[in-house]
């Protein structure tokens, strides 16, 4: 298994959310394995892996919804580990939105604070408040079933807001959105960060979302954070091959060949060999098998690809037209390999046409270990 | 060819297709439709008109035809002046007995059951599923085995022979499956509703009476008429565990019908078990609609 990569960021000062050595299991599986994260006041951080990584189980950990078998969970410096999800001072929104059907709009925001206790003019001033910020004192009086999906997730964000929490969990907020209200609402989460500067912890399988809020990302797969940094950081490096294929739409080409070292390191595939002396390299690069991976954005086509440090004809097998731009697909050193070119260009199968990328931009991996080099 | 395009536009199929409505298909599903209701509104027909006759009318014979005068002194004998045993106020003094079990065993059954069916599938400890299964065992022992044990469990406990021993009865014999059946219907609303309510600080109480509850009218109705048309109807317990001057209704209408002095008057008989079964009736009558639709909403999973 890979070793958990932390490479942090000095953004961070206080921490507002800590998480140190948390262990979880259901029965026999382990979900969480020692896992350690420091979010900063007020960072807004995503949790970003496949289905099953156990990127909602950490948040419903963090929420106090699920007991941790190991381990402890901080917040605001106060060891929350054994408190209720009500002492946690953390407001959370799910994916279902999860809107009492009964209530209206109001009761819905004013519950969690009738529960707390607060006096009454509070409340109404709080859901006032909410409702200013959210742009929804029209819905107040109606129930949840008489607004539609979007509003409906506006009010679940709005029942987190009322509780003036230290903390914003958000579990999949926007996958039952359709794609265009989701952009919008993306939008407005965006802005409500930027306007209550609150911490926020953000779980998504959509690296569009990730990639548009986080000020930090934490790629998770099987229960550990595979890289936690800036989104652009995880773009460019990503640290191992599982991160580098995750990110990024349409997904990085990789090319499978072996590093030569020596004057000029080079990597070997099938008749290719790229010059790697602009690669910046982890340690002194030694000889073996490698996994070679460039983003379909970074590769040129047509009389540009002269200037760049590697170029090479090939032969167009499919295209795909996606109106802003092209993704065209090819075969180098006999391996599949795509490139993303205007949409105005005109590609057709079976056409050669020179392409060209520089070897600095792209990302080595070790093939066994799948670390980067 | 312009011309033929024309008229196809006029002549031609267009709308809604039509149906015969003496097609084959159609006069088989009716005349069985017609033919099973006649077979079951038959006897109703017949206890109805035979309740509405006088007893010389009743002895000539004819068992279907309208009566020739209409009388409702069967009726009025059958709810006060019936005789059973000693005695003689009809099944009035059944019917409020009934009554007196019916509500607080409906009540507390129904109480302790959706608490149950709301822990069961909301708060998971452990051992709950070995819980639930064992409560499921219970629904599949035959009552005659646990007669005699709870007989003696009663007399224990100082409650044999009383209305409160019935109640304590009819509401552990309706534990299992009323479990069952709100277990069902919390294990379809979403979790997350859950998970929102406890981060809005509500307990295990505040969760239930606020949040699941208002939401779960349809399934409450339904063990409602479960349970008030299945203690209504039992004969069993009510014989068995309480005495002469508590018996429920169902027990008093045998003992009207089954009197052996005297002359068989079919004509109070028939009123008579009519207004017993009355009760179940007006409660399906009135939620027949929310008993279906929450029969559907408890069975989608399980």
């Known amino acids: 298994m890979t070793p958990q990569t932390l490479s942090t960021t000095s953004s961070v000062t206080t921490s507002s959310v800590s998480v140190r050595n948390l262990d979880l299991s259901f029965g026999e599986v382990k979900v969480l394995k020692d896992l350690n994260l420091e979010i900063g006041e007020g960072e807004f951080l995503v949790l970003l892996g496949a289905s099953g990584c156990g990127k909602s189980t950490l948040l419903n950990c963090i929420a106090g919804l699920l007991d941790a078998t190991g381990g402890q969970i901080f917040i605001k410096g106060k060891n929350v580990t054994w408190e209720e999800p009500k002492d946690r001072g953390i407001g959370m929104v799910f994916q279902s939105y999860a809107l009492y059907p009964q209530m209206t709009v109001e009761g819905n925001l004013s519950f969690g604070l009738k529960n707390a206790k607060v006096p009454k003019d509070e409340i109404a001033k709080r859901v006032a408040r909410a409702a200013e910020i959210l742009q929804m004192e029209p819905l107040l009086k109606r129930k949840p079933a008489q607004l539609s999906g979007g509003q409906r997730q506006r009010v679940a964000i709005g029942r987190a807001l009322v509780r003036d929490v230290d903390v914003f969990l958000f579990d999949e907020p926007l996958s039952n959105l359709d794609a265009k209200l989701r952009a919008e609402l993306r939008v407005e989460i965006k802005r409500l960060h930027q306007r209550l500067k609150n911490t926020m912890i953000y779980v998504t399988h959509d690296q569009v979302e990730a990639m548009t809020l986080a000020d930090r990302i934490a790629v998770m797969r099987n229960g550990l954070v595979q890289q936690l940094d800036s989104p652009q950081a995880i773009y460019k490096r990503p640290v191992n091959r599982y991160v580098a294929g995750f990110i990024g739409s349409p997904s990085i080409n990789f090319l499978e060949g072996n590093i030569k070292t020596g004057a000029k390191p080079m990597f070997i595939a099938d008749g290719l060999s790229l010059p790697l002396a602009g690669y910046a390299f982890a340690a002194t690069p030694v000889v073996g098998k490698a996994v070679f991976g460039i983003r379909p954005e970074h590769v040129v086509a047509g009389v540009a690809a002269t200037s760049q440090p590697f170029s090479q004809s090939v032969e167009i097998e499919i295209v795909e037209p996606m109106g802003s731009d092209t993704l065209v697909w090819a075969r180098l050193a006999g391996q599949e390999f795509r490139f993303r070119v205007d949409g105005q260009s005109e590609f057709s199968p079976g056409q050669n046409v020179l392409i060209g990328f520089d070897p600095a931009r792209a990302s080595l991996f070790d093939t066994a270990s799948e670390l980067r080099l | 060819m312009a011309e033929n395009i024309a008229d196809e536009t006029k002549v031609g199929p267009s709308g809604a297709k039509p149906r015969r409505a003496f097609s084959r298909r159609n006069i088989l599903i009716y005349g069985t439709l017609i033919i099973v209701s006649l077979y079951y509104l038959l006897p109703l027909w017949v206890m109805v008109v035979t309740s509405l006759k006088g007893m010389p009318e009743i002895r000539l014979g004819n068992v279907f035809s309208p009566p020739v005068e209409i009388t409702f002194e069967p009726w009025v004998k059958a709810w006060s002046t019936a005789c059973t045993g000693l005695n003689c106020d009809g099944l009035s ?32 400890f452990k051992g709950s599923e070995v819980f639930f299964t064992i409560l499921m065992i219970g629904a599949f022992i035959p009552y005659q085995v646990m007669i005699y044990p709870i007989v003696i469990l009663l007399r224990e406990m100082g409650l044999y022979g009383g209305l409160s021993g019935l109640v304590l009865v009819h509401t552990i014999f309706g534990m ?74 169902t027990v008093q209408l045998n003992n009207i019908v089954n009197s052996v002095q005297g002359v068989k008057e079919y004509n109070v008989n028939m009123a008579a078990t009519i207004i017993t079964g009355l009760v179940p009736l007006i409660v399906y009558f009135i939620s027949g ?14």
Not at chain 2, 98 to 121: K, Q, T
Not at chain 2, 179 to 193: D, G, K, Q
Not at chain 2, 217 to 231: D, E, N, S
């Open chain 2, 289 to 302: 609609k929310l008993f279906v639709r929450g029969i559907a909403a408890g069975a989608v999973k399980g």
């Open chain 2, 176 to 249: 299992p499956i009323l479990t069952l059946l709100f277990r069902n219907y919390f294990a379809s609303v979403p979790e997350e509703l859950f998970k929102a309510a406890r981060v809005d600080g509500a307990g295990f109480w505040g969760i239930f009476f606020k949040i699941m509850m208002p939401m779960s009218l349809p399934i409450f109705v339904v063990a409602i008429i479960l349970q008030v048309t299945g203690i209504w109807n039992d004969f069993l317990f009510g014989v068995i565990y309480t005495k002469p001057d508590l018996y429920p209704m």
């Open chain 2, 93 to 124: 003094r059944g019917f409020w007995n009934s009554v007196r079990i019916l509500i607080p065993s409906v009540a507390l059954s129904i109480s302790v059951a959706s608490v149950n069916g709301y822990a069961l599938s909301m708060w998971k």
